[in-house]
């Protein structure tokens, strides 16, 4: 069983920065890809960012690159998502999920809770 904790949301002005951290515990996720995802009202859930399992490969959405920055810590079973110059379109709640591939959210076995990201223009 494996369980995800998000936390770091909040509301913060445009160009603002905001960092999310999630905790896993369980079973141990080394081995696996973790992202981030979010998802705006009325809009499906998006991939933003994933990490292989060693945390040496990182891929991010188009609209993120240069912004958003996300680490792997093994160690302390943590992903952690550093966002700068925050836009509006950025706000959405954020999801950690774990033990997936690629983009796809459908995929992805573990998810966290959720936190909130609110950018005001």
């Known amino acids: 069983q494996v369980q995800l904790v998000e936390s770091g949301g909040g509301l913060v002005q445009t160009g603002g920065s905001l960092t999310l951290s999630c905790a896993a515990s369980g079973r141990d996720l080394s081995g696996y890809n973790m992202a981030w995802f979010r998802q705006a009202p009325g809009k499906e859930r998006e991939f933003v960012a994933r990490a292989s399992g060693s945390g040496r490969n990182i891929y991010y959405k188009d609209s993120v690159k240069g912004r958003f920055t996300m680490s792997r810590d093994n160690a302390k079973r943590t992903v952690s998502l550093q966002m700068n110059s925050l836009k509006p379109e950025d706000t959405a709640v954020y999801y950690c999920?774990?033990?997936?591939?690629?983009?796809?959210?459908?995929?992805?076995?573990?998810w966290g809770q959720g936190t909130q990201v609110t950018v005001s223009s």
């Open positions: 999920a774990a033990a997936g591939y690629g983009d796809v959210a459908t995929t992805y076995n573990y």
